[in-house]
């Protein structure tokens, strides 16, 4: 039962232009979301997060929107450089705490093309 | 922000072996660690939460006497794949959740630990 889906596997765009990577959830517990950006055997590292009480959250280059409504997320970068071609996962959680448990989707593939 | 370190990032142990990964909460304590498994272009399942002070919860489908975990302190983890097989080959993430703020609570990870069972 895959709770969060990505269902685009890899995404392709000109360096400049937007990103947009697109995250779907069924668990309407989730009430935290997180991207993570995953370089080949690395650790993922943190992007941006957006809790369930907002709609949007932005930092820098980087903007999160949640629909709720639709059980949607979507990260948008822009503009998209070189340096951003890495895997892009979306993460969801019930809850907060430190204790929370987080569930990945099964990431996207951005290509940024000079 | 917060750090957390993993080691080793590389190992290549034979079959039947037993192999230990640490994982290491550096200017954080973390009374709560996540251990996940990522297989190669799948996402990363979640394998246990380890909890210090007591023992370790796991997901559904993972051998708990096959994957020991111990989180003996504060900032410590350690998973230990017993009797290694190479089917238990693949790159294993820990990952701890700091809160920082009312609306934020990230999860930082350890840089993964690549397994290779021969």
């Known amino acids: 039962d895959q709770q969060v889906k990505q269902n685009s596997p890899s995404l392709s765009v000109q360096e400049g232009r937007i990103s947009i990577l697109n995250c779907d959830y069924t668990?309407?517990?989730?009430?935290?979301f997180l991207w993570y950006k995953k370089y080949p055997a690395e650790g993922p590292t943190f992007l941006i997060s957006i809790s369930s009480i907002k709609d949007k959250n932005e930092d820098g280059r980087f903007t999160v929107f949640l629909n709720k409504s639709a059980k949607h997320l979507s990260l948008h970068i822009v503009p998209s450089q070189p340096g951003d071609s890495a895997v892009y996962f979306c993460a969801a959680s019930a809850g907060e705490t430190s204790g929370s448990r987080l569930t990945f989707g099964e990431g996207t593939q951005l290509t940024v093309n000079p | 922000g917060a750090v957390v370190s993993q080691h080793p990032s590389r190992v290549i142990c034979k079959s039947g072996t037993s192999v230990k990964i640490e994982c290491r909460s550096l200017?954080?304590?973390?009374?709560?660690m996540f251990w996940y498994r990522q297989f190669p272009k799948q996402s990363l399942m979640l394998m246990a939460t380890?909890?210090?002070?007591?023992?370790?919860?796991?997901e559904q489908g993972v051998e708990k006497d096959k994957f020991l975990i111990n989180h003996a302190s504060l900032t410590l983890s350690t998973l230990t794949v017993t009797s290694a097989h190479p089917e238990d080959s693949s790159f294993y993430i820990c990952?701890?959740?700091?809160?920082?703020?009312?609306?934020?609570?990230?999860?930082?990870f350890g840089q993964g630990t690549r397994l290779t069972v021969v």
């Open positions: 668990n309407s517990m989730f009430d935290y």
């Open positions: 990952s701890a959740r700091l809160h920082q703020g009312f609306w934020s609570t990230e999860a930082f």
């Open positions: 380890s909890n210090e002070g007591s023992k370790a919860t796991y």
């Open positions: 200017d954080f304590q973390a009374t709560t």
